[in-house]
């Protein structure tokens, strides 16, 4: 039953998850019919020559940014830390990043 009264007692949080939600949701639908159509712009851009020296610049700038913050900034205090939460995002970006070089790699 708490689970129903979530939207009444945190109106701003459930809305802004359900707006995550429908976001990825749109995200999804749209790589999802991407198949059926002639590729875009931005498709071109993203496995042209140029997309490769994107992608490498932006894996070496993932790699450095969380080199510093994860090895300088964050206290290493165990695995119970409050900064794991930016350790799985890191860990998510630099996957989505490889992928993207990958695509742009492969595609051309």
Same mark, same amino acid.
């Given at each position: 039953m708490q689970l129903f009264t979530i939207p009444f007692q945190q109106p701003i949080q459930f809305a802004i /998850? *359900? =707006? !995550?939600?429908?976001? @990825?949701?749109? *995200? #999804?639908?749209?790589?999802? @019919? $991407?198949?059926e159509g002639r590729p875009s712009g931005w498709i071109r851009a993203l496995t042209s020559p140029n997309g490769k020296v994107l992608f490498g610049f932006l894996f070496i700038l993932w790699a450095?940014? /969380? =080199? +510093?913050?994860? &090895? +300088?900034?964050?206290?290493?205090?165990? !695995?119970? /830390?409050?900064?794991? &939460? #930016? !350790?799985? *995002? $890191?860990? #998510?970006? &630099?996957f989505f990043i490889m992928m993207g070089f990958l695509w742009s790699v492969i595609g051309e």
């Open positions: /998850s *359900i =707006g !995550a939600a429908g976001l @990825m949701l749109v *995200i #999804f639908l749209r790589a999802a @019919m $991407s198949a450095v940014v /969380s =080199g +510093l913050v994860l &090895g +300088l900034l964050v206290p290493h205090q165990g !695995a119970d /830390s409050p900064y794991g &939460g #930016f !350790a799985l *995002i $890191s860990l #998510f970006v &630099g």
